[in-house]
């Protein structure tokens, strides 16, 4: 923000009859400190290019680690349950985050998020200044542990969202939007006494711009790491003192 302001300072109009062919000292100095409205839109043209520029360079340097964030390579590159419900993803994101508890005491806090549910264990404050209306719970909330095949995920105000398309308990969740175009699924795999979390989305954008396509590489990537970091890591606080309280 603040792009494209310029600050326009208007020159004062010389006194009738004291016309000077070349500006005093007083005037070269004024002229110095306050530039002209074409100085300052270059100045700012500049500083957009800049801003822009620098935008395109980190989404193309951070671009993979905000994909991969918590996943190895081997785990990136694999084929998981789910991705058979978007094959043609030309925008797929593998994170990944490791638990000290088995995924019974994961399941239970995976199968209530959703808008209007149990929320998203991420940051509620962004989400709602979306216009969502998100309040992440604390508690496993009995009432929502009974999601099956078919039942909707809701992630807009309107109820709208992910579908369940795949479930086994305790070790998968594979959900896909009903226009086809965004897949999640999650993966728990044990680990000795604890949890494996795979958290993989897939994304299909040939159906918009060039413009639109760049957009959600420029915008969407980091915002989605930003907030699904934020998930697992929430996620996990709350499995792992859950559990803890239950011994």
Same mark, same amino acid.
């Given at each position: 923000m603040g792009l494209g302001v310029m600050t326009y300072v208007p020159s004062i109009p010389?006194?009738?009859?004291?016309?000077?062919?070349?500006?005093?000292?007083?005037e070269a100095a004024s002229s110095a400190r306050?530039?002209?409205?074409?100085?300052?839109?270059?100045?700012?043209?500049?500083?957009?290019c800049a801003v822009i520029g620098a935008v395109l360079l980190g989404g193309l340097v951070f671009r993979r680690p905000m994909l991969t964030w918590g996943a190895t390579p081997e785990e990136t590159t694999a084929s998981l349950p789910g991705d058979e419900l978007l094959p043609h993803a030309d925008l797929v994101a593998t994170r990944a985050i490791t638990m000290t508890v088995p995924p019974r005491d994961v399941w239970p806090w995976l199968v209530q998020i959703g808008t209007g549910r149990a929320g998203a264990y991420s940051y509620d404050?962004?989400?709602?200044?979306?216009?969502?209306?998100?309040?992440?719970?604390?508690?496993?909330?009995?009432?929502?542990?009974d999601l099956s095949i078919g039942d909707v995920i809701p992630v807009e105000s309107d109820g709208t969202g992910l579908r369940v398309?795949?479930?086994?308990?305790? $070790?998968?969740? &594979? =959900?896909?939007?009903?226009?086809? %175009?965004?897949?999640? !699924?999650?993966?728990?795999? +044990? $680990?000795?006494? &604890? =949890?494996?979390?795979?958290?993989? %989305?897939?994304?299909? !954008?040939?159906?918009?711009? +060039?413009?639109?396509?760049?957009?959600?590489?420029?915008?969407?990537?980091?915002?989605?790491?930003?907030?699904?970091?934020?998930?697992?890591?929430?996620?996990?606080?709350?499995?792992?003192?859950?559990?803890?309280?239950?011994?």
């Open positions: 010389p006194i009738r009859g004291m016309a000077s062919a070349c500006p005093t000292s007083s306050y530039p002209g409205p074409v100085k300052v839109c270059r100045r700012t043209l500049a500083a957009a404050w962004l989400e709602r200044v979306a216009g969502l209306d998100i309040h992440s719970s604390y508690r496993i909330v009995p009432q929502l542990q398309r795949l479930m086994e308990p305790d $070790r998968l969740l &594979g =959900t896909c939007t009903d226009d086809g %175009t965004w897949a999640w !699924t999650w993966l728990l795999e +044990p $680990r000795g006494s &604890g =949890t494996r979390l795979l958290s993989r %989305t897939r994304m299909s !954008t040939r159906q918009r711009s +060039p413009l639109g396509r760049l957009a959600t590489n420029l915008l969407l990537v980091p915002a989605s790491w930003v907030m699904e970091r934020k998930m697992l890591l929430g996620l996990r606080q709350r499995a792992e003192t859950g559990a803890s309280m239950a011994r």
